[in-house]
């Protein structure tokens, strides 16, 4: 899609646009009227196809990129030639992530690495060259998706809770450096949310699960979403280095 179609709308880039949560904000995203920007980690034409129609989507407010958050050199080129395609990109929304769960004790430094490099030192990969154009702007907002389990820690997710907790101390650096140009960098923690991956979770698990929530449910992706459109919206240009939690009170900090 060339630049001209979509100079009438902002432009929104989602890293792990075509998971569970990734979909419900991108819906919510189109909806809004931006045109957006969803990455996934290899081209893979009859995937985005099949996700646009299981979704109700129209192809053409999407530009679908191929990016390998953890290759440093291909993802930042990407990137960058997204930024010079449409010349400014208003918000990023930073959901991709893996896990790799084994108690420490077990756990091989492949396995500490690669939840590392995908969930947290790609952060400096795809936030660097979109926060230095926003900054350049003086405007953009940018929210990365932590999780509950970055602020109270898990068992066999010592990989993945360290890298939950650094994306937060990371976001609070980078809203000191974004403010003064009017860019906002914030957090969404959710809790348990109720994605086609939990739905292969056993039952009598998912019991065990919600009885540890004060709500007695798991999220909706859709709630995960709505926070995310909240601290990106104009409602909330005065809200920055925050940390919003959507998890039915499961913990409360």
């Known amino acids: 899609m060339s630049k001209s179609n979509v100079s009438d709308k902002k432009v929104a880039l989602v890293t792990g646009a075509l998971g569970g949560i990734?979909?419900?904000?991108?819906?919510?995203?189109?909806?809004?009227?931006?045109?957006?920007?969803?990455?996934?980690?290899?081209?893979?034409?009859?995937?985005t196809k099949k996700w646009c129609n299981d979704n109700g989507f129209d192809s053409d407010n999407f530009e679908f990129l191929a990016v390998d958050v953890s290759n440093h050199e291909t993802a930042t080129a990407a990137i960058q030639q997204a930024i010079d395609k449409y010349d400014s990109i208003y918000a990023l929304i930073n959901g991709a992530g893996i896990t790799r769960d084994s108690s420490f004790k077990k756990m091989s430094f492949a396995q500490w690495k690669e939840v590392i490099d995908t969930n947290l030192?790609?952060?400096?990969?795809?936030?660097?060259?979109?926060?230095?154009?926003?900054l350049e702007q003086k405007t953009g907002r940018i929210v990365n998706i932590s999780s509950i389990n970055g602020l109270r820690g898990q068992y066999g997710q010592t990989n993945y809770s360290a890298a939950k907790a650094g994306i937060?101390?990371?976001?609070?650096?980078?809203?000191?450096?974004?403010?003064?140009?009017?860019?906002?960098?914030?957090?969404?923690?959710?809790?348990?949310t109720y994605t086609p991956m939990v739905e292969s979770v056993p039952e009598h698990i998912m019991d065990k699960i919600k009885e540890t929530i004060p709500m007695s449910r798991l999220a909706?992706?859709?709630?995960?979403?709505?926070?995310?459109?909240?601290?990106?919206?104009?409602?909330?240009?005065?809200v920055t280095g925050e940390t919003i939690s959507v998890n039915g009170g499961q913990y409360m900090s």
């Open 22 to 47: 990734g979909t419900a904000i991108c819906e919510k995203l189109v909806t809004s009227g931006y045109h957006v920007i969803a990455t996934l980690s290899k081209e893979d034409p009859e995937r």
């Open 121 to 134: 030192t790609s952060l400096y990969t795809i936030v660097h060259p979109v926060f230095v154009k926003m």
């Open 168 to 192: 937060i101390g990371f976001t609070k650096a980078l809203a000191y450096e974004g403010a003064a140009s009017s860019v906002t960098a914030n957090v969404v923690a959710p809790g348990y």
């Open 220 to 238: 909706s992706a859709n709630e995960i979403a709505a926070a995310c459109m909240y601290l990106i919206s104009e409602d909330a240009i005065f």
